[in-house]
């Protein structure tokens, strides 16, 4: 009984209506948490278009390399004098 009465003196301390700062603050409060999950986000966006063009880099890579080794099978590509 004793812990619940503390607590609603705690929240009526927090919540005043007389105190129009309170209702300021957690305005303020949620502004804050809006800016930093829009802020997140944005940070995620481009993280990931960041990747996908990397990703593109390496597929890129990758299919030229297949394609000389492919070349390099069939006997179309003679290995330079300098690499014996």
């Keep these: ?6 607590k609603v ?3 009526v301390q927090d919540v005043s209506a007389m105190d129009p700062t309170s209702e300021l603050r957690r305005f303020e409060d949620r502004v804050r948490h809006e800016e930093a999950l829009a802020q997140g ?3 995620v966006a481009g993280d990931s278009i960041d990747a996908q063009f990397a990703q593109l880099t390496v ?6 390399v297949e394609g000389r080794l492919a070349r390099l099978k069939l ?5 330079s004098p300098s690499a014996r």
């Design 1 to 6: 009984m004793a812990r619940a009465q503390i």
């Design 9 to 11: 003196q705690q929240s």
């Design 41 to 43: 986000m944005e940070e």
């Design 59 to 64: 597929d890129e890579d990758e299919h030229e």
């Design 75 to 79: 006997g179309r590509e003679q290995p």
